[in-house]
């Protein structure tokens, strides 16, 4: 398992809800957090890997119940806006800001199976937005601002240029 780069397609596509919680999907989850750890990251949604489900990972301390992996997520509710930096694990090495509601409330599944509620600030909140825009084929520089987009616009057609297309299938 890799973490698959912009251009690559699958960052296109809208994820399927996941209907089981098997096996498969424990390994699966394992090998992204694995990931997540090398890469030092924050969120990694299961696109992000080539495996198009809505589930994906969200590891920073605080105020998410002690809950790491969150499955078929949807946001119920968003409060306010702040617009600030934030980076993705499939554009190594760009950031630029992009506007989010503060506050959120949510719903989704665990590991587990059960439905949970949660409520996030800071950048919990960020990161659910962030992660749930990945299961919808929406990335960060569709909503960056012009000033941010423009900056980065020669890294972004230098990812488009080394594309070679060797994402590896799960
Ligand atoms: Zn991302």
Known sequence: MNIVNYPDPVLR?????LTEINKEVY???????ELIYQAQGIGLAAPQVGW??????????????GEKVFINPVITEEVGELNKEEGCLSFPG????VVRAQRIKAQAYTLKGQKIEIEAEGLA?????????????????????PA?????????????RSYKGTRIPV
């Open 94 to 97: 760009i950031m630029g800001k």
């Open 125 to 145: 909140a960020r990161a659910w937005q962030h992660e749930i825009d990945h299961l919808n084929g929406c990335l960060f520089i569709d909503k960056m601002s």
């Open 52 to 65: 198009s489900v809505r589930l994906f990972i969200i590891d920073v301390d605080g105020d998410l119940h």
């Open 27 to 33: 390994l699966k989850v394992e090998e992204m957090m």
């Open 148 to 160: 941010s987009r423009l900056a980065i616009s020669h890294q972004l057609k230098e990812f488009e």
């Open 13 to 17: 596509q809208r994820a399927k809800p």
